[in-house]
């Protein structure tokens, strides 16, 4: 009884509950849009990075790790048998990797060169997706030399597809090699500072000029089935090779798996900010409704409703006005993002590209999971409780017979 | 007859900032089970002082206060609202009623605080209702009743709790003479016919009429106490 009388009591003044109602479902819809949007946005760009550019797990030579050298290679069978062991990796790609210098007609720039089986790489790097259709392809196979350079390269190189240009890097023995490659193929990826970094060649093509053994590599890039297999992985794969560098994205990439722990983090904070905001509305509110009933109250407790029964009465309507408005809120948040789950969210119109120079994509792929909604459903509830308690402490101060006095 | 109060030496003074008020001075009463009392006296003599004492709901400066054998004066906060939901009926002036609940459901609400099983909360709230005359308004809430209506209702709800006495200060002083009357015919019928006793202040001479005793305070003293 006392929850409907809790209930009915909340809705004696319509307006002013309902706009505290609207106040908090406002809040919570904003914070559910906002996290999952967050949340979204940094998983989009960890994809993207993750499928274009760091794979999920790579492993070096530590001496490779260190300076990058030609030299500091390691036998292809030796991590292709823990690769094997560890059963859980679904591709490799073996690669050589050499600090070059990329020369054309008008300019010149130093990037890594990344020398790789284009059919492997294929299956461990979408790089070859991001080529788009006028712009070439990905290191085909009837090309004579080829080479595959960002948007970015191009630009600053001022050179075009099938444009010719140089590739300098020095071999095992300390000499210089140049190659004159064609251009076949120039990639745009959501990572700017990569695009820049990185260009792609054929092992084939630069193998011979590098002094190196055969079947020696500088790196090996594998992927898994998801982010969860990708952990188990290299924790084997880490134990398989205890002289080797092995290290997963987050690794390799210590400030992406920081901003991804920050945004969740920042997602809560901004929430607890909303809601304290909110619990001065709610507690303003009840603390108007307990005052203009203290006749009432007062005769509730003359008739024999304990202080303890009118507490929890108030602690109630309190609960039940925090409760019923984060749940319209959450409902509207979800509703307005589950249709854009699959299709994304174009930010484009808002904002151009310019967050690609920082790693970010344009295209935000929202995300709902368990763990956001038991953070918002206890920091709700913790805020209702937060907000109940002072004005149901101050309907225990009234007295019975000053409450009722004319 | 059964004793159900006995006052004894009862005194409250107020302390306002320079001056005390002696509310009720000395006031030694016995009320028996059956009784349909009047307490009288001119504006300010002490009745609502008096009867808050009696039912609990303010303490005593000194004397004692003692209900069917148990001494009120000495129990704590908590269990004298828990005394006063078992053993003590409520009448007030006004704001009796919860706005928002039905004549029906304020009359169960009390019953409902003693944890009385629903089915019988039902079906007695339905009895009182019917027979305070508003069998055919339990579904309405108080806003839609006459101030008549509501008193009626509030008799109902002090009644549903069965207690060992109904207070009643002044239920009629916010009423018209013909509704002032009516309930307190409703009021001697229950209390000759089921025996409840009621205790209830009044300035109308027309109501102290019905009384069957009339205690008459002046200045906080008892001046005159005459069964009729
Ligand atoms: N809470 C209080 N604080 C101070 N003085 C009080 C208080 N309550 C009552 N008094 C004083 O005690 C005296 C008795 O008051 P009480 O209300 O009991 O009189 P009453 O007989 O009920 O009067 P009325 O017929 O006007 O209702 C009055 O002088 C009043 O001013
Ligand atoms: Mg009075």
Not at chain 1, 37 to 55: A, C, E, K, R
Not at chain 1, 218 to 241: I, N, Y
Not at chain 2, 71 to 87: A, G, Q, V, Y
Request: aromatic share 8%.
């Amino acid at each position: 009884m006392i929850t409907s009388l809790a209930w009915k009591n909340i809705w004696r003044n319509r307006t002013r509950s309902s706009v505290i109602l609207g106040a908090i479902a406002l809040g919570l819809f904003c914070g559910v849009y906002i996290n999952s949007f967050m949340t979204g946005w940094m998983y989009t760009t960890v994809d993207d990075d993750i499928n274009n550019h760091l794979s999920h797990i790579q492993i070096h030579d530590t001496a490779f790790s260190a300076n990058n050298d030609i030299s500091a290679y390691f036998p292809r069978e030796k991590v292709e048998a823990a690769v094997g062991e560890s059963g859980l990796v679904t591709a490799a790609s073996y690669r050589l990797s050499l600090t070059a210098m990329l020369a054309s007609a008008n300019n010149a720039v130093g990037i890594t060169a990344k020398a790789v089986f284009p059919e492997d790489e294929k299956a461990v790097s979408t790089i070859w997706q991001n080529i788009a259709d006028t712009m070439g392809a990905y290191l085909p196979d009837d090309a004579r030399t080829a080479i595959v350079i960002s948007k970015k390269t191009a630009d600053k190189l001022k050179v075009k597809l099938k444009s010719k240009i140089v590739l300098t890097f020095q071999d095992t023995n300390g000499d210089m090699q140049s190659l004159a490659l064609r251009v076949s193929g120039i990639y745009k990826t959501a990572n700017g500072m990569k695009d820049e970094a990185t260009v792609y060649v054929r092992y084939s093509d630069v193998f011979p000029v590098t002094g190196l053994p055969e079947n020696v590599f500088h790196e090996a890039a594998l992927r898994t089935a998801d982010l969860e297999t990708c952990r188990q992985a290299d924790a084997r794969l880490k134990t398989l090779l205890p002289d080797m560098d092995v290290k997963d994205w987050g690794e390799n990439e210590p400030a992406l798996e920081m901003s991804l722990a920050m945004t969740e983090f920042f997602g809560v904070i901004i929430l607890a900010i909303f809601l304290f905001a909110l619990s001065f509305g709610i507690i303003n509110t009840m603390l108007m409704a307990v005052l203009e009933r203290t006749r009432e109250l007062g005769m509730l407790g003359a008739i024999g409703m304990s202080k303890r029964r009118i507490f929890n009465m108030i602690m109630l309507e309190t609960a039940l006005l925090t409760f019923v408005g984060s749940l319209v809120g959450i409902i509207i948040g979800t509703a307005l993002i589950v249709p854009s789950l699959s299709s994304g969210i174009d930010l484009t119109p808002f904002m151009g590209d310019q967050f690609e120079d920082y790693g970010f994509g344009s295209i935000i792929y929202p995300v709902l999971n368990v763990k956001m909604f038991v953070q918002i459903i206890a920091l709700v509830i913790i805020a209702g409780i937060l907000s109940a308690i002072y004005p149901a402490r101050k309907a225990l101060k009234l007295k019975p017979l000053e409450a009722m006095r004319n | 007859m059964n004793t159900i109060i006995k006052t004894t030496e009862l005194v409250k003074i107020f302390r306002e900032t320079a001056q005390e008020v002696c509310a009720v001075n000395n006031v030694s009463l016995s009320i028996n089970e059956g009784e349909f009392t009047a307490i009288v006296g001119p504006s300010g003599s002490g009745k609502t002082t008096l009867l808050n004492l009696i039912g609990g709901l303010d303490k005593a400066t000194s004397g004692s206060i003692v209900i069917d054998g148990q001494d009120i004066s000495s129990l704590s906060e908590k269990r004298i609202t828990e005394f006063r939901l078992h053993n003590i009926g409520f009448i007030f002036q006004a704001y009796n009623l919860i706005p928002v609940l039905t004549a029906k459901e304020n009359v169960s609400f009390v019953m409902d605080l003693q944890g009385r099983k629903k089915s019988e909360i039902d079906r007695r709230a339905t009895e009182l209702l019917t027979s305070v005359g508003l069998g055919d308004r339990m579904n309405s809430r108080p806003a839609k009743l006459s101030g008549g209506q509501q008193q009626r209702v509030a008799v109902a709800r002090a009644l549903a709790s069965k207690p060992k006495f109904i207070l009643a200060d002044e239920p009629t002083a916010n009423l018209d003479s013909k509704s002032a009357a009516n309930l307190l015919d409703m009021m001697e019928r229950l209390n000759k016919q089921e025996n409840v006793t009621f205790i209830f202040s009044t300035h109308d001479p027309r109501i102290m009429a019905k009384a069957r005793r009339i205690v008459t305070l002046e200045d906080g003293k008892t001046v005159n106490d005459e069964a009729r």
